[in-house]
């Protein structure tokens, strides 16, 4: 099993997406660490597409707790080194005929 908090790439990257993996972040270290593992291996003029449950969406996924998102919540938490470029909410029909709302944000590295 893998841990996007441990995550250590060995490559540099244009583009960076994730999809549902960052709300099982919960704990601000886990969430920081992330976001500099991100931000180490994102190149200067790259992109970065996050989709979490937005705040309208479940409290938890398959049992575990999760972190929800809003636009500026996420924007927040990403500023200091991305900036946003837009943000959609989706309505996720499950195979189980449930629906989840997620947002999407994309964001541009900002030079340092």
């Given at each position: 099993m893998a841990d996007a908090a441990a995550?250590?790439?060995?490559?540099?990257?244009?583009?960076?997406?994730?999809?549902?993996?960052?709300?099982?972040?919960?704990?601000?270290?886990?969430?920081?660490?992330?976001?500099?593992?991100?931000?180490?291996?994102?190149?200067?003029?790259?992109?970065?597409?996050?989709?979490?449950?937005?705040?309208?969406?479940?409290?938890?996924?398959?049992?575990i707790e999760i972190k929800q998102y809003?636009?500026?919540?996420?924007?927040?938490?990403?500023?200091?080194?991305?900036?946003?470029?837009?943000?959609?909410?989706?309505?996720?029909?499950?195979?189980?005929?449930?629906?989840?709302?997620?947002?999407f944000c994309s964001f541009k590295k900002?030079?340092?």
């Amino acid at each position: 099993m893998a841990d996007a908090a441990a995550f250590n790439p060995t490559e540099q990257y244009d583009f960076w997406h994730d999809r549902a993996a960052f709300h099982f972040l919960t704990q601000d270290q886990e969430i920081n660490n992330y976001i500099d593992t991100i931000r180490e291996h994102l190149n200067p003029a790259g992109v970065l597409v996050i989709g979490t449950f937005s705040e309208q969406g479940p409290k938890k996924c398959s049992g575990i707790e999760i972190k929800q998102y809003s636009e500026i919540t996420m924007t927040e938490r990403l500023q200091k080194f991305f900036k946003k470029v837009r943000c959609i909410t989706v309505d996720h029909k499950t195979p189980f005929d449930t629906i989840q709302n997620f947002i999407f944000c994309s964001f541009k590295k900002l030079s340092t």
